[in-house]
């Protein structure tokens, strides 16, 4: 290992249940008809995505830009003052910064939301730079951000390990050719079986992992 990539949600923080019902609390806030299916069509877009799937496919009001900050305002509450870090995640981090590994975060969540929950925990200090899909141009149906954060620690996939917990994200990091350790997040509880056979590393959390399967 030469550097690392980390999700936010699922994986560094225990957020998900923020995003499980995410789609149609914001469609039922916005007063328009709720799609059941909203938040399975959402949950691999970066934020630009979901706001456009919303004004275009949902019926809401008002410019991209708008949507997005309306989104964003739902979620603050959760960033700033409630979620918190997934099991061992603090020592893992610790860990690898003694070992002069550089990390960087790669994340659907929008900066400033990530970097204020980053702060409140303690986290921050572990990391060299953020960057976000909606900065990258695409979600984790796509490689860019990933090969975006390697790029700026000066690393290659091959020596770059991963952290994530969602299907979509693995199966494109693995295509890319990083390597990736895999955490259970109970919103991936039905690829669990899968995420175990495509991971390099695959825990329940971070306090099973032995780190020296990874430097």
């Known amino acids: 290992m030469k550097a690392a990539i980390f999700d936010v949600d699922g994986t560094l923080l225990d957020s998900m249940p923020v995003w499980t019902y995410f789609a149609r609390n914001f469609l039922k806030r916005s007063g328009v008809a709720v799609r059941e299916d909203a938040d399975d069509v959402v949950r691999y877009m970066c934020l630009r995505e979901t706001a ?18 309306r989104c964003n305002e739902m979620l603050e509450e959760a960033y700033f003052n ?30 400033y939301l990530v970097e204020a929950a980053m702060k409140r925990c303690g986290l921050d200090k572990y990391f060299d730079g953020i960057i976000t899909c909606t900065e990258a141009g695409a979600g984790k149906t796509k490689p860019d951000i990933f090969f975006k954060a390697a790029a700026y620690m000066g690393s290659e996939p091959e020596n770059t390990w991963i952290f994530e917990d969602a299907l979509h ?39 099973q992992l032995d780190y020296s399967q990874l430097i």
């Open 169 to 207: 994200a693995v199966t494109t990091a693995k295509a890319a050719g990083f390597k990736v350790c895999t955490v259970y997040d109970e919103s991936e509880a039905d690829h669990r079986e899968e995420l175990s056979a495509m991971s390099d590393i695959y825990v329940e959390n971070f306090n």
């Open 52 to 69: 456009e799937f919303f004004i275009s496919d949902c019926g809401v009001t008002g410019t991209v830009e708008e949507v997005m900050a």
């Open 82 to 111: 409630k979620v918190m870090p997934g099991e061992g995640v603090t020592e893992l981090l610790r860990y690898l910064r003694e070992n002069n590994i550089p990390m960087y975060i790669a994340t659907a969540t929008d900066r």
